[in-house]
Nanobody
Framework: QVQLVESGGGLVQAGGSLRLSCAAS????????MGWFRQAPGKEREFVAA????????SHADSVKGRFTISRDNAKNTVYLQMNSLKPEDTAVYYC?????????????????WGQGTQVTVSS
């Protein structure tokens, strides 16, 4: 069973930046797509970004496109989410997830392992 540990969350002012990291255990990291989701209080979990197995293809939600960038380093078993131009509406718990295939997807049911989440709070 893979373990995913997120880090890098915190409190930031609107317009600021944060970089989230997600470290994965195990030897099969490079075989699977990885993704980031978020959940704000009172709302459903929503897709943020995903990357395929080798980092060659990414997808981002329209709400974060141009501001957030997902990437991965397979040598370090780590996936990143660079978040720029943060807005108060980006406030949420951010979750890292491992896909069940090598190909990036936007659907939560296509991710089999999840981290515990890291809080991101953007003040206005």
């Amino acid at each position: 069973q893979v373990q995913l540990v997120e880090s890098g969350g915190g409190l930031v002012q609107a317009g600021g930046s944060l970089r989230l990291s997600c470290a994965a255990s195990g030897r099969t990291f490079s075989s699977y797509a990885m993704g980031w989701f978020r959940q704000a209080p009172g709302k459903e979990r929503e897709f943020v970004a995903a990357v395929n197995w080798n980092g060659g293809h990414t997808s981002h939600a329209d709400s974060v496109k141009g501001r957030f960038t997902i990437s991965r380093d397979n040598a370090k078993n780590t996936v990143y989410l660079q978040m720029n131009s943060l807005k108060p509406e980006d406030t949420a718990v951010y979750y890292c997830a491992r896909g069940t295939t090598a190909w990036d997807t936007r659907f939560p049911q296509d991710f089999g392992s999840w981290g515990q989440g890291t809080q991101v709070t953007v003040s206005s």
